[in-house]
């Protein structure tokens, strides 16, 4: 399989959106289960996730926080994922992720499970920082958390949702 290693240092920049609640369409669009766990985080600095879905495992590094992130991804066997996954054992969550299209872009709405259940998040990517400024999103979006740590995936995965909004 070789040495599983992606392209070189990629950044992500993409905006999140916390929605009231699943659109009732959402399950007309394409979706994959995911599992996740935070090997290491360190808020503000760095993450270690492995992430396991119905494609396969990664294993994802991904630097600084808010809008822009630099991220490195590389494939997993199943073996190595099943050696690190208990390691995660104090983070982890699980969610159903829609790819839903809009405008040109995609949009991955998280249904999430478990603990977690009822919080339905929306992320968009994009190409570049002006992309994202000019975007202009949907009302079913729901208000804005991009930056908000607390809505970041590794915190919810440690702390639960925030009790404000539970």
Known sequence: MGDGATSPEALEIERKFLLEEEPEWLREHPSVHI???YVAIVPGEVEVRVRETDDGAVLTVKRGEGEVL???EIELTEDQFRALWP???DARLQKRRYRVPHGGLTVEVDVFEGPLDGMVVAE???DGEGD???FEPPEWFGREVTGNTRYANESLAAHGAPEVDR
Do not use: I, K
């Open 87 to 89: 390691l995660t054992e």
């Open 132 to 134: 994202s400024a000019a």
């Open 124 to 126: 968009v990517e994009f």
């Open 70 to 72: 630099r991220e490195e």
């Open 35 to 37: 599992r996740q766990g």
